[in-house]
């Protein structure tokens, strides 16, 4: 079910969840049993896909910024699901499910996501509320979700 919620966050915002997991395996908050999945506690890792958050958190608040739904926005998105999903699992087996329920979540965040901010952006008549709203979300689910892990 994690992996899952890690995928939606992703599917809201590319690059935060990715840079909140990186930031609980250094910190030791999750373990990273699997060898391909190492790499995220470096202390490298975290710092970069910080930067690649709030790099994307500044650029999703320009109007000429892509919709989320085309294709490499849309691929990177699943991609980094899968990435999440894996790394909240343990062993082989459950990498597996954790990377398809990531991929999964990923989907739903990425279209319910878009269709909750047109709603939201609506109702304030202004895109920039729903955007900070959606961000805000996005970071606190992800530090929510990381923190549940047992």
Known sequence: MLALLIGIVTGLRAMTAPAVVSWAAHLGWIPLTHD?????AHPWAHRILTALAVAELVADQHPSTPSRTVPVQFGTRI??????GAALCGDQWTLLIGSVAGAAGAVIGTLGGRAARARLAGAFGSDRPAALIEDAVAIAGAILIVRMIP
């Not at 991609?79 to 999440?84: E, S």
């Open 36 to 40: 391909g999945l190492v790499w995220l």
């Open 79 to 84: 991609l980094a699901g899968a990435l999440c």
